[in-house]
């Protein structure tokens, strides 16, 4: 079982940043993609970026160049840097993983999950 922690969302202006973290409990944390999904309200829960032990990264078209996704291995650590952020980001942000070297877009495929931390930008 392993379980995730996210933090780091808030308030905040257009235009602005926000760094969300998410620390997991593994103790194998190199092999497993990370992966970040959002859920605005009223809508389905959707992919946003993930990054595979050794930082392979795939990001969604809406937030390529503005979002990095980064992991700390040894702190058992994910990160999601946002920049640029737009009042469409607005959602719930999770975190979740998976044992695998490779990426996966679909939540489905991911077995652990965080629970969850909001962002709001305002415009």
């Known amino acids: 079982q392993v379980q995730l922690v996210e933090s780091g969302g808030g308030l905040v202006q257009a235009g602005g940043s926000l760094r969300l973290s998410c620390v997991t409990s593994?103790?194998?944390?190199?092999?497993?993609?990370m992966g970040w999904f959002r859920q605005a309200p009223g809508k389905d829960r959707e992919f946003v970026t993930a990054i595979t032990g050794s930082g392979t990264t795939y990001y969604a078209d809406s937030v390529k160049g503005r979002f990095t996704i980064s992991r700390d291995n040894a702190k058992n650590t994910g990160y999601l840097q946002m920049n640029s952020l737009k009042p469409e980001d607005t959602a719930v942000y999770y975190c979740?993983?998976?044992?695998?070297?490779?990426?996966?877009?679909?939540?489905?495929?991911?077995?652990?999950w965080g629970q969850g931390t909001q962002v709001t930008v305002s415009s």
């Open positions: 593994g103790r194998t944390f190199s092999s497993y993609v």
């Open positions: 979740a993983v998976k044992r695998s070297f490779k990426i996966f877009l679909s939540q489905r495929e991911y077995d652990y």
